[in-house]
């Protein structure tokens, strides 16, 4: 069975920074990328940012692009997200997310095969 655990989540004050990390486990896993979703309270669950394994390469969305990267190791079990520059905004739950193959689009959630429990940014103003 395959398990995504996220960790690195935690209360911060704006401006501050925070490291996310994604371990997947489980003998049938593989992926042809990963990626970041986050709900906040009341919202409904946004991509953040992805990587494909295929030369690694990082997509994100807007509201984050220069304060936050996505990286991989090359197991391909492993994704982290730098958040940098932290915004009030910015508080959600943060899921991490595999996708089996290239089908589809690396911004939507359905096309998303395994996802982490989840794991609770707070940034303070």
């Known amino acids: 069975q395959v398990q995504l655990v996220e960790t690195g989540g935690g209360l911060v004050q704006a401006g501050g920074s925070l490291r996310l990390s994604c371990a997947a486990s489980?003998?049938?896993?593989?992926?042809?990328?990963m990626g970041w979703f986050r709900q906040a309270p009341g919202k409904e669950r946004t991509f953040v940012a992805a990587?494909?394994?295929?030369?690694?390469?990082?997509y994100y969305a807007e509201s984050v692009k220069g304060r936050f990267t996505i990286s991989g190791d090359n197991s391909k079990t492993s994704v982290y997200l730098q958040m940098n520059s932290l915004k009030p905004e910015d508080t959600a739950v943060y899921y991490c997310?595999?996708?089996?193959?290239?089908?589809?689009?690396?911004?939507?959630?359905?096309?998303?095969?395994?996802w982490g429990q989840g794991t609770q940014v707070t940034v303070s103003s």
């Open positions: 489980g003998r049938t896993f593989s992926s042809y990328g």
């Open positions: 990587i494909t394994w295929s030369g690694f390469s990082p």
């Open positions: 997310a595999a996708r089996r193959t290239s089908s589809g689009y690396y911004w939507r959630e359905s096309d998303y095969d395994y």
